[in-house]
């Protein structure tokens, strides 16, 4: 401030008039100066309100995304939970009710960890999420976690995965679907979440057909035997229950007989039942009818290991393979059964011959397939190969940061 040490001069009017200018003067550069001094503090205040929301960006994304993240290609991946160090994703894009899903839920743990009993392996579960206000969810299926080790050289050194195989049923929405990765340490503590993940599932139709039933057929499927319970009962814990081995190795599914043999239903049909008594019941067919005649090979679609094998009212001769823990494949109806329980198969080795043993109006191999005990879609199964160590590593790294 220069003005501040020079005299104002004698002369009182000149000093009076020299004396307004240079306070005018002043009063303008301090006006200039206090604008300027707003300019920079708000544009400081702008590039710290700017670094607060980054860094609250990357605390919302530390503390997992739900939903998809966009590519650098600027195309939607799948959808990821994504949390420190943890990922959770499914590796089918699109599904609809019927498909399976390969779950994987990834977490950094200790090398050598104990192998976990069933009871103690973390469960991934269903749910089906409702759209206004509330979301109240409804559980559709679940299925028991397994090791699945993953070698995704870079970003994960050596360190095991979880998967499981979950099956979206077939009377499932179209819509908002959430996967929850619950823990299940013991039978006294509750169970607790460790990961949540929502996807999209499309809309799908089903056929409907009626099955007129003779009298036999009919008293079949309704004269109550106890028998007919133990044998539902048995299946029943075969199906909920999960082994710790994976047999099936990367491939796809083949179909048990050629893949062009004609089928006379299909999965997920709505069924009426016309009973020989002029009464009526409603069913969904839980898998594949192929049209073959008896005699017709049957062979495993997958590695497995045949966990029942034999005679059952209903079903007739009856094969279960295990795929993976908590996946099955059934074959009814067959009129030898070739393979013995506890036998080991590779994909394609020869199990049965067909035939119409049950409850059948002719020959035919009902094929079916139980993720987690729900049914799934056979053609799904055949259309991509459901446990691929390779591509869910490659999954692994795009979701890394
Ligand atoms: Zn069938």
């Excluded at 309100?49 to 966009?70: D, E, H, N, V, Y």
């Excluded at 959808?79 to 977490?107: C, K």
């Excluded at 499981?164 to 039978?187: F, V, W």
Aim: aromatic content about 8%; charged content about 20%; overall charge positive.
């Amino acid at each position: 401030m220069k003005e501040t040490n020079s005299k104002p001069a004698g002369f009182s009017a000149f000093s009076f008039h020299c004396f307004r200018n240079w306070v005018l003067r002043n009063t303008n550069k301090m006006k200039n100066r206090a604008r300027l001094t707003n300019r920079y503090e708000l544009v400081s205040r702008l590039f710290f309100l700017f670094l607060s929301l980054s860094l609250l960006a990357c605390i919302t994304q530390t503390g997992g995304t739900r939903g998809g993240k966009a590519s650098a290609a600027g195309k939607p991946l799948p959808a990821v939970w994504d949390s420190v160090g943890e990922r959770l994703f499914v590796m089918q894009e699109n599904p609809r009710p019927g498909d399976p899903l390969t779950v994987i839920y990834y977490r950094p743990r200790a090398g050598n960890a104990k192998t976990e009993t069933e009871a103690g392996r973390p469960r991934a579960v269903l749910f089906a999420l409702s759209e206004g206000k509330g979301s109240a969810r409804k559980k559709l299926s679940s299925a028991v976690c397994f090791d699945f080790p993953v070698d995704a050289p870079g970003t994960v050194n050596e360190r095991t995965a979880y998967a499981a195989i979950l099956a979206i049923p077939s009377t499932a929405p179209a819509g908002r679907l959430l996967i929850e990765i619950e823990s299940h340490a013991s039978d006294q503590s509750p169970s607790r979440i460790l990961a949540e993940l929502t996807i999209e599932a499309r809309g799908r139709d089903f056929a409907a057909e009626e099955i007129p039933l003779n009298a036999g057929n009919t008293a079949l499927r309704t004269s109550p035997d106890p028998r007919k319970t133990a044998e539902a009962l048995r299946l029943q814990e075969i199906l909920n229950s999960a082994g710790s081995t994976v047999y099936l190795k990367a491939a796809a599914f083949v179909p048990p007989v050629p893949a062009n043999t004609r089928r006379t239903s299909f999965f997920g049909d709505r069924r009426v039942y016309l009973y020989s008594n002029g009464k009526r019941d409603t069913a969904i067919h839980a898998g594949i009818d192929y049209g073959v005649p008896t005699g017709t090979k049957v062979y495993a679609p997958a590695g497995g290991k045949v966990v029942f094998a034999g005679p059952r009212i209903v079903t007739g001769n009856s094969v279960v393979l295990e795929h993976a823990p908590g996946l099955y494949t059934l074959y009814y109806h067959l009129e030898k059964v070739l393979a013995a329980k506890g036998q080991l198969l590779k994909q394609g080795e020869l199990i049965a011959e067909s035939g119409s043993t049950g409850l059948a109006t002719g020959p035919h191999l009902h094929w079916e397939i139980r993720a987690g005990g729900e049914n799934t879609d056979p053609d799904a199964l055949c259309a991509a190969p459901l446990l691929d160590a390779g591509s869910i590593a490659k999954r692994l790294l795009e979701t890394a940061r």
